[in-house]
């Protein structure tokens, strides 16, 4: 365990933030949890008392006669957003104080650093190179990315759940959200920074980051083993097993999304392009984890070679 | 009903100790980056202030010691007679010079009772006449009437007037305002030079008054001490920068380094302990570079523009790729720009690790720019031949076809147009052929020119005992431990390879047997010829080349005499065409006979140029071959052990053997070193150094051991290099390297070089960077002071330091040994060359490094001094070295190349008799100790012949010299004080022949021309005349007390100021 090369990583300038990611980020994701749970009993004690859900003051605490069923913005809101902005500030300036920009030398064209490391927010685009070719790592994937945020409103057929926290009305999107940003975006960006060493090596943590470590990473692509040499071959082999995956990825998602009986009924309230898309985003974001998998456990390169582009 | 008791938390709930607390951190953090602002990222400001604290109080300190000190002169009489004549003077000029005072204070008044009208009506004119010329047509004239108008006037001015100053008020026009305005700043003009015309013999006396008080006064003046302290007392805290944008240098040291610059001279005791204020501790290289230009960081290295830390400024953080040098390796910083410098004045420690980097080989397997340039030069001028004998075939054809084309032309003019381009072409390849015949010369120089480190082992077999071979690859310090020869880490097997390959690719020849010499006569000659320059019989105290003590341990008796009597004779000549050493056979195919030597050097077979001698540095001391057989048996006689005594090899002649010894030899480069069959054009093996000290860390290999450098703090080149050097092999480390495969070990051999030698080289490779100054900054003249640069690299190429003083405080080795610190061996020692480009004619000294006996049949003798028993050897030198060393010392006394030399007026008869009486006069006998060519006088002659005066002298020197030699050359035998000045001119200090009566002309040059004009007949009668003083032989040592004032003038003279010329100024 080399523990001085732990703290070098972790105690880095450039590396504050992920550290205080990999803190902060499990403590909102309970904090948020606890709080969809406690809505969800209230939804249910409200749901069993129409009674009581003509007068409770939309509040996650119990019902208190005389609490005003509304309150203004101002000030009860904006003082503490106020107060949040001060704190904000102070944690900022104090950053500021005490850690300096990580400058290094004067850049040198003809000499590089390796690994030359993406700023920490795009280090999970930069992991995912690794298992993409640049084209699909760089460009489609995440255009996907985008777009998929930013068709989320238009498939969204669930309308509860807008504006408190919950997590009986909302299973669906809370997973693939945690799967997706949590897992998925998170881990790639911590895999970046505390796993990848020099020359974008795999270091386990408390190994050595040493540039004269040797891995075996030879790698193949999927029609290899199967003897395929024919570019053509490859193609048509590599569009097949593609065929394979979305049929099955398909069915497996359909499967998620209509698990429960809530879910069932907002999958009647989709279109069919709502459900296509959806279905379109979700197997091609569950590639990302089968291509890490396949990468890592059996020394898969691209499943689909083409003369134009390979996945 | 409500419940009262219980509040909606929202509502009620007070934010407001949240509020204060986290405003009140907010301030905090604002105060502290306010404070983090002005001081944490600011400390450069308590530097300043702490060093004008420090500073004032030394000053308040020093300004009375230094105020007692000036008054004790000042109360000097002659100071005080300086101070009444300028007192004097003034006394003298006062009133006039009062009464002119007076005048200007009322121009002065008349001046300003002027201006102010004058200058308003000026400006409002000047508003019109704008107007005038930017207006239409039309209003131009109604304009201009008005102006005219206004300038008319009439204006009131009252104005003091000459000579007394009274208020006269009267009315003027524009135009008089104006006149009077310039005439009286004329006036006054005029006045203050006439003051200053009155004032000028006082102020000239007061200049030589100061000058008198600063001459005499160690530091400043009390008063120029005020000056600073006021300065420093005002100095506001602020960033102090050096800026040149030209060189992209921006230097903010001296804003914590605030007295780097002070001329008083201030030490760390003076600020209480601080290092960091003191003044720059060689004033000199401040001058040499001036800061202003050359800022700090370019030599010192560090980070000129930080100031948040001092580790930041001095640029000792990773990222910072010019850190501060160590103050050990401090000249690191001059090699960038003076990479042309052999040696350096100022850095001795640099110039130590730039010789060290030749002489102890290192330049065998590493390239460096300008070291042993000889082989690539070679190269490339193989390659310019190829391409010239190319384009001569080429140009060969096309005459041809061009013949061809105008016979069969169709008209006259085409036909002339390809008759006039096969003429071309002609005369073209005759162009091609005077190019190729330079180029063959040059490589034929350049042959000459290419030397090996260690000595030729074609040789060995020729040369040495076998058995010696193994025991001094096994370990070559324990045999021998001044050797340069490094210590390979190899194993048992792989000695006896290498050797059984050295062995058996060795040259089998006879040598003639040699008959035994006198021990006892050849211990006097290695001792008084000169071998001493160079080698040593002890390790104490090792020097250019080897030890020789226990040579006759491993060489044979007939090789030694050979070498003794000629070093560059070879068994074999090499061709470098063939690659291969030619045999009589390849003479005698030719019907040749087996002849090579500089005048037989082209091949037989293919009449490219030949290496006809040996590579080796040693040169030619033209001994007799009986005197060479002395030598030889005296070292023989030195030797504690028979050579028969190591254990037997008799692997050396198994052929199997053979093979893996070449890999071997091939593999650890010993071919950089040595001449070996085979492998003469092998590369050297290992990495260029000329940028090593620039290269990227990263790329620097510290093996396993990054690591422990890095926690140690040694992970930079400095590092790097010292554990290097000290132990070649520390990077073989790891758990297996003792069972790694032999070829994947480091190669570097050890050197055990001493903690000095480490750190000059040290010093030296940490200084090899890639130059982040302009070109243009660097020491690369194009003048004489190239000529000094290259010369010094044949210099100390030759060490021809081991024999000659170059430089006033430069000893030279001979000076140094027991034999030589008596009067008459000091007489014995070889010529200073100090001033030696002034003393001899350029032609000359090409002719004499030529062939120091200055004859072609007569070898055994010195040319000039024949009678020293040092002699000056003949190192064979091609002419683009004895070029070199010709302009290196004319260049040296700043004598301009070509040399004409001046006429001489004949002389007159009168003059000849006049010249002859004074050269046989009792005063001064100079045949006594110049030489005459009669053996039986030159036996005890101690100066050159005057014959040789006309050729070698220039006649300027010559006179300089009669006059003073002592100047010329510190502790010369030459008596000083022969001549004595009379009105303009020189006459001889001694009782004056009387045939000088009537004779006011120079006498030393009327020597001077007379030995210009000597002949041997002359000679001769001179020598008749004088023959009754040359018997006696005390008088030689009569000048003895003239030696001991110039040898303790010596010693006092400051160094070098032959060497601050070479530092580049």
């Known amino acids: 365990m080399d523990w001085h090369q732990l703290w070098e990583i972790t105690s880095a300038p450039d ?88 400058l290094e030398e004067l850049a040198n064209p003809n000499l590089t650093m390796n690994p030359a490391k993406a700023p920490w927010y795009f280090l999970g685009l930069q992991e995912m190179l690794v298992y993409f070719d640049p084209w699909m790592a760089g460009v489609v994937m995440p255009s996907l990315i985008i777009v998929g945020l930013i068709v989320i409103p238009y498939i969204d057929a669930n309308p509860l759940g807008a504006g408190y926290y919950t997590w009986k009305q909302r299973r669906f999107a809370i997973s693939t959200f945690c799967f997706g940003f949590l897992f998925l975006w998170l881990l790639m960006v911590v895999i970046g920074t505390f796993i990848r060493g020099p020359g974008w090596m795999w270091f386990w943590p408390g190994q050595t980051w040493d540039p004269n470590n040797q891995v ?42 209509t698990w429960s009986d809530w879910n069932k009924k907002v999958f009647a309230k989709m279109s069919f392009l709502q459900y296509i898309t959806m279905q379109g985003f979700l197997t091609i974001m569950m590639l990302l984890p089968i291509k890490i998998l396949i990468r890592h456990l059996f020394r898969i390169k691209y499943i689909w070679v083409t003369p134009w582009f390979n996945l | 009903m409500p419940d009262t008791s219980e509040k909606d938390p929202v509502i009620t709930s007070s934010l407001g100790t949240f509020l204060v607390v986290s405003s009140v951190l907010v301030m905090l953090t604002l105060v502290w980056a306010l404070y983090n602002e002005f001081f944490g990222l600011r400390p450069w400001k308590s530097y300043e202030r702490d060093f004008a604290v420090r500073y004032v109080k030394f000053l308040r300190k020093q300004i009375p010691v230094q105020e007692s000190a000036e008054k004790a002169i000042l109360a000097s009489p002659d100071y005080q007679q300086l101070d009444q004549q300028v007192k004097a003077a003034e006394e003298q000029v006062k009133d006039k010079s009062d009464e002119t005072d007076k005048q200007i204070a009322i121009l002065d008044a008349r001046f300003s009772a002027i201006t102010e009208t004058f200058t308003t009506e000026r400006a409002y004119v000047a508003t019109q006449v704008y107007a005038i010329e930017h207006t239409s047509l039309d209003n131009q004239t109604s304009l201009q009437n008005k102006l005219a108008k206004h300038e008319a006037g009439p204006f009131r001015v009252s104005l003091p007037t000459l000579p007394d100053g009274k208020i006269v008020t009267g009315d003027y026009t524009f135009q008089q305002l104006q006149d009077e305005f310039n005439k009286v700043q004329l006036d006054k003009a005029n006045m203050l030079e006439e003051k200053s015309e009155l004032l000028r013999p006082v102020s000239e006396l007061r200049k030589k008054r100061d000058a008198y008080l600063t001459d005499h006064l160690n530091g400043l003046t009390t008063e120029q001490m005020r000056g600073v302290l006021k300065k420093t007392q005002d100095a506001s805290i602020e960033i102090k920068q050096i800026n040149n944008p030209d060189a992209g240098i921006v230097d903010r040291c001296e804003t914590c380094h605030a007295g780097i610059r002070e001329q008083v001279v201030i030490t760390a005791k003076d600020m209480g302990g601080k290092e960091v204020f003191v003044s720059h501790p060689e004033p000199d290289l401040l001058t040499l570079h001036d800061p202003e230009k050359f800022g700090c960081s370019p030599c010192h290295g560090g980070n000129g523009m930080a100031l948040e830390s001092k580790e930041r400024a001095h640029g000792q953080y990773e990222h910072w790729l010019w850190p501060l040098h160590p103050m050990e390796n401090v000249q690191a910083g001059c090699q960038q720009c003076h990479a042309m410098d052999m040696v350096l004045d100022h850095a001795p420690v640099l110039s130590d690790g730039k010789d060290l980097f030749q002489r102890r080989g290192c330049v065998g397997c590493h390239r460096f720019q300008n070291y042993d340039p000889e082989p690539e030069l070679i190269a490339s001028v193989q390659q310019q031949l190829l391409l010239f004998e190319n384009q001569r075939s080429e140009a060969q054809r096309n005459i041809a076809r061009s013949i061809q084309l105008g016979d069969a032309a169709p008209d006259n003019d085409t036909a002339r147009m390809y008759y006039t381009q096969a003429d071309k072409l002609r005369v073209s390849i005759s162009d091609i052929d005077g190019r190729i015949e330079q180029l063959d010369r040059r490589s034929k120089d350049l042959l000459r020119d290419t030397k090996k480190v260690g000595p030729d082992l074609k040789e060995v077999r020729v040369k040495m005992h076998p058995d010696w071979i193994p025991v001094w690859l096994t370990n070559p310090h324990a045999w021998r431990p001044s050797t340069r020869m490094p210590r390979f880490r190899l194993a048992d097997n ?35 010829r000169g071998c001493m320059g160079c080698h040593s019989l002890d390790e104490s105290s090792p020097h250019f080349a080897a030890n020789l003590s226990r040579v006759g341990e491993k060489d044979n008796y007939d090789y030694l005499v050979r070498w003794i009597h000629n070093p560059r004779e070879r068994t074999r000549p090499y061709c470098p065409f063939e690659k291969r050493d030619l045999t009589e056979a390849d003479y005698k195919k030719h019907g040749l006979p087996f002849v090579f030597d500089l005048d037989h050097s082209k091949c037989p077979n293919d009449g490219h140029e030949l290496q006809v001698e040996q590579e080796t540095i040693m040169p030619n001391l033209r001994l007799t071959i009986e005197e060479s057989r002395d030598i030889a048996s005296y070292l023989m006689t030195l030797k504690t052990k028979d050579p028969s005594s190591y254990a037997k090899a008799d692997y050396l002649n198994d052929p199997s053997l053979k093979a893996q010894g070449h890999a071997l030899v091939q593999r650890y480069g010993c071919a950089g070193c040595h001449e070996i069959a085979g492998m003469e054009d092998e590369g050297r093996i290992g990495t260029e150094l000329t940028k090593e000290g620039s290269k990227p860390i990263e790329q620097i290999d510290f093996a396993l051991l990054t690591r422990e450098a890095r926690e140690q703090g040694w992970y930079d080149h400095k590092g790097f290099f010292e554990h290097k050097l000290a132990k070649p092999e520390i990077y073989d480390t790891g758990r297996d390297w003792k069972d790694r495969d032999p070829n994947d070990r480091l190669r570097m051999p050890d050197f055990d070089l001493k903690q000095p030698e480490i750190n000059a080289l040290t010093t030296f490779l940490m200084g090899a960077v890639e130059s982040q100054i302009p070109q243009r900054y660097w020491d690369a003249p194009e003048d004489q002071r190239r000529d000094i640069q290259e010369g010094w690299w044949v210099v100390k190429k030759y060490n021809c330091m081991g024999c000659h003083q170059f430089m006033v405080g430069q000893s030279s080795r001979l000076m140094t040994l027991p034999r030589y610190q008596t009067p008459e061996w000091r007489d014995q020692l070889p010529p200073k060359l100090m001033g030696e480009g002034a003393r001899v004619s350029p032609d000359w000294m090409e002719k004499f490094l030529a062939n120091p006996a200055m004859d072609s049949k007569d070898t055994d003798r010195d040319g000039v001094r024949a009678y020293l028993k040092a002699r000056m050897p003949t190192f064979f030198f091609s002419p683009i070295e004895i070029r070199k060393l010709v302009r290196f010392f004319q260049a040296l006394s700043g004598q301009p190349m070509p040399y004409i030399p001046p006429k001489l007026e004949p002389l007159t008869d009168q003059e000849i008799a006049m010249a002859r009486a004074l050269f046989t006069s009792k005063g001064a006998p100079c045949l006594k100790c110049h030489a005459t060519g009669d053996p039986s006088h030159d036996k005890f ?84 005349m004088s023959a009754d003083m040359l018997k006696t032989s005390e008088l030689i040592r009569i000048q003895e007390p003239v030696h001991r004032l110039t040898d303790s003038r010596q010693n006092r003279m400051p160094s070098g100021p032959i060497a601050a010329k070479i530092a580049g100024r």
Not at chain 2, 496 to 523: E, N, Y
Request: net charge neutral; proline share 8%; glycine share 8%.
């Open chain 1, 15 to 102: 590396n504050v933030p992920i550290v205080a990611l990999i803190l902060l980020v499990p403590f909102y994701t309970w904090y948020g949890i606890r709080q969809a749970l406690a809505n969800d009993r209230l939804i249910a004690q409200l749901e069993a008392d129409p009674q009581l859900a003509k007068t409770h003051h939309r509040k996650t605490m119990p019902w208190k006669a005389g609490w005003s069923k509304e309150i203004p913005v101002w000030p009860y809101l904006l003082r503490i957003e106020f107060l949040a902005a001060i704190v904000v500030t102070v944690i900022l300036m104090v950053w500021s104080i005490t850690l300096n920009a990580p």
């Open chain 1, 216 to 257: 075996f990473e030879v790698n193949r692509d999927l029609p290899d083993l199967f003897r395929i040499t024919n570019i053509w071959g490859k193609t048509i082999f590599g569009a097949i097993v593609m065929g394979i995956y979305f049929a099955v990825s398909g069915g497996v998602v359909h499967k998620l999304f």
């Open chain 2, 494 to 528: 792989e000695v006896k390879a290498i050797s059984a390959f050295i062995w058996q690719s060795g040259i089998d020849a006879a040598l003639p047997t040699q008959p035994q010499g006198d021990p006892v006569k050849g211990k006097e000659s290695f001792e008084t």
């Open chain 2, 941 to 1024: 002659a101690t100066a050159p012949n005057f014959l040789l005066a006309r050729d070698r002298l220039k006649p300027g020197w010559a006179r300089r010299w009669m006059l003073d030699p002592s100047m010329i050359a510190p502790g010369t035998a030459m008596p000083s004080g022969l001549f004595k000045p009379v009105g303009d001119h020189y006459v001889f200090a001694g009782p004056t022949p009387d045939i000088f009566k009537g004779y006011d002309g120079d006498q030393p040059e009327l020597l001077v021309r007379y030995m210009f004009e000597i002949t041997p007949d002359e000679q001769r009668r001179l020598m008749g």
